[in-house]
Nanobody, 123 residues
Framework: QVQLVESGGRLVQAGGSLRLSCAAS????????MGWFRQAPGKEREFVAA????????NYAASVRGRFTISRDSAKNTLYLQMNLLKPEDTAVYYC????????????????WGQGTQVTVSS
């Protein structure tokens, strides 16, 4: 069982930056892929970015490509999401998740989820 704990969410102005962190309770080599998802009020949860833990292959949603960067620190078992040029439409609860599948995995392939961290972008 992998436990994931997100942190770093807060209120930020449009155009600003944030870095989210996701600490895993055990070495993540047992999970092939780690990803970030988000859910805005009244909307379905959506994919943001994913990274293969070994190899560092990445995949991004079109809406964040070029603004967000996913990375990991294997020694700390921690996944990051650097978010730049934030927009009000990026406001959501951001979730970290782990999957045994590839970076192209769909949401249903992610077996482990964190509790989420709130990101609010003011205009």
């Amino acid at each position: 069982q992998v436990q994931l704990v997100e942190s770093g969410g807060r209120l930020v102005q449009a155009g600003g930056s944030l870095r989210l962190s996701c600490a895993a309770s055990k070495p993540t080599f047992t999970s092939a892929t780690m990803g970030w998802f988000r859910q805005a009020p009244g909307k379905e949860r959506e994919f943001v970015a994913a990274m293969s833990w070994i190899g560092g292959i990445t995949n991004y949603a079109a809406s964040v490509r070029g603004r967000f960067t996913i990375s990991r620190d294997s020694a700390k078992n921690t996944l990051y999401l650097q978010m730049n040029l934030l927009k009000p439409e990026d406001t959501a609860v951001y979730y970290c998740a782990a999957s045994a599948s590839s970076v192209k995995a769909t949401m249903r392939d992610y077996a482990y989820w964190g509790q989420g961290t709130q990101v609010t972008v003011s205009s």
